[in-house]
C-alpha cells in the first residue's frame, strides 16, 4: 500500500485578497474553490490549482489577516515546487518582473530552478518540465503554453532521520543528493507531485502562523483510507479520526519531525458540487456549518478574482475597515467626478452642496481610521500641481486600484 503523490498543500496567510492577487493574478491558477475553513467557520478556506482542480495542483489558503507572522523552520515544508512547461521561464522572469517580485535562479540536480516568495514570505519555485499535461485555464496573461501545471516536489525542513523512515513507509525510495538536498521519488505514481526532498542543513524549529505552510496532503486511495489508519497507528504515529471534508476523506498526524500530514482521499475531488466552469465562483458553506445564523458569516471580507497589474497590500483587515476604506475610495470618486464637471461644465446649486457635503465626509473618513490610506492619495490643484494636506479647491486623484 504506498501513497499518490501530493493531494494538496495548506498554507496560511495574511490576506485572502493579496493571496488572490498573487495566485490568480500573478501565477495564473484558478481559483477553484471558496470555502470556509472545516474546523472554524470564522475563516475562509480557498484553494487554487489548474482548470480542473486536479489533484497535485492543489494551494489551499487560511487567511488569518490579524494573526502574527509566523517562524519558517523545522517540522514544516519549507519550498513549493510548481511545474511549468518548457521554455517558458522567460515569460515568468518578464512577469515576475513586471509584478516587482524579486527572484533569482538556483540549480539542484542539474535543473534550474526560479525561486521567489509570496507576499507572506512562502518560497516558490517553478521549474520547467515536459512532466504533467498542460494546463488549459487563462487569466490575466498566462496562457496555456506558459500555464503552471501542477505541484512537482516539496522541499522538507525535517530535522529527525526518521522522516526518511516515514517516507519510505509510505511509498518513497531515495532517489539522488546532493550537498544541500536529499531527494526521494515516489515510484509508482505517474502524475505531478511525486517528488519529496529534505533540506539537510536544516533549521530551528519553525512555529505555523502567517507565512508558513501549514500541512501537506498527500494521496490515498478511497478504498484504502481505513487501512492507513492502522499502517500509521504501527509506525509509532497518532492519526486523527477519519474526517469527512466533504471533497475527500482525510486523516491527520505529525510525523517524527512533526510536520503536519494529512492523508486525503482522491475522491470524490473538487468538483463535487461545481462544474469545471464553475469552480471558484460559488461560496460554498461546508454542510456542518450550513444552520449556523447568517450573521456568522457576515464578518468575512469580499474576495474578487480580478486582473492585476502589480501586488497591493491592503490596509483592511475586518468588515469596519473594509467597508470604511471603500466608503473612502466611493467619496474619492465622486469628488472626482464632480472635479471633473466643475472644469468642464461647471456644477449646480445641487452638486455644489452635495461637493461640501463629500468633503466633509472625506476628512471625517480619513480622520476615523484610514489615516495610514492619506499616503496614498495625491491631492492635486487645478493647474495639476500637487498639494500638501487635505482638498482645498482642486481635484482629488486617488492611487487605489
Ligand atoms: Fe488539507
Redesign the pocket.
Known sequence: MKTHGI??I?MISRHGQEVIDFYSGLLGLKLVKKTLNFDNPNQYHITFGTNEAELGSLL?FFPHPKAKPGIQGDGQVRTITLAVPENSFKFWQNRLTKFEVSYSIIRKFNQNYLTFKDLDGIEIELLETNEGKPNIFEFNGVTKEVAVKGIYNVVLNASNPKTEDFLKAIGYQFEQESSLYKRYKLETSDVLGRYIEIYKPGEDQGNNSIGTV??L?LTVLEKEIEAWDKKIRALGLLPSEIKD?KYFR?M?FKEFSNILI?L?TEKPGMTEDESVSELGTNFLIPPHFKNLPKETFDHLMPLEVKEVTKLTKYDYIDMESYKSSHRHRDILNEINLLARKAKTEGLTEAELERRAILRKEYVASVTGGVRNMVEKVKLVDEEGNEEEGFIKKGKVVETWN
Open positions: 493531494h494538496h495548506s489551499t501549514h500541512h496532503a471534508r482525510s491527520y494529512e486525503a
